[in-house]
């Protein structure tokens, strides 16, 4: 439970937890407009820390294509099928998170 507790601690929700030994009560700040807006770059620096690991993995599989079509693992029309498709889920996924960033954002704000 103490490794629980240090993490909410140190954790950027601001979260105060209190252990009785068998709980863990968490202490929230009130939500004033200073503290929706801070939570509000708290959304989008996760936001954007997601999309950057999607566009990594897209990087990933691109150069695993790549390289197996050169390796003649698979013919130059799958490799471009499977490109094209992987940059299709790629703005897929990106797009979900930037539509869930937003609505987070809005609820946040909402008094």
Request: no cysteine; net charge neutral.
């Amino acid at each position: 439970m103490r490794e629980i507790e240090k993490a909410l601690s140190d954790s950027e929700i601001g979260a105060n937890p209190s252990n009785d030994g068998k709980q863990i009560r968490i202490t929230m700040p009130d939500l004033t407009e200073e503290r929706r807006r801070e939570y509000v770059k708290l959304v989008k620096g996760k936001a954007e820390d997601h999309k950057v690991s999607v566009r990594n993995a897209r990087r990933k599989a691109k150069e695993a294509m790549e390289k197996a079509a050169k390796d003649g693992e698979v013919g130059e029309d799958d490799a471009e099928r499977g490109t094209k498709e992987l940059e299709s889920l790629t703005k897929k996924h990106v797009d979900r998170i930037d539509d869930m960033a937003k609505r987070k954002e809005a609820e946040l704000l909402e008094v």
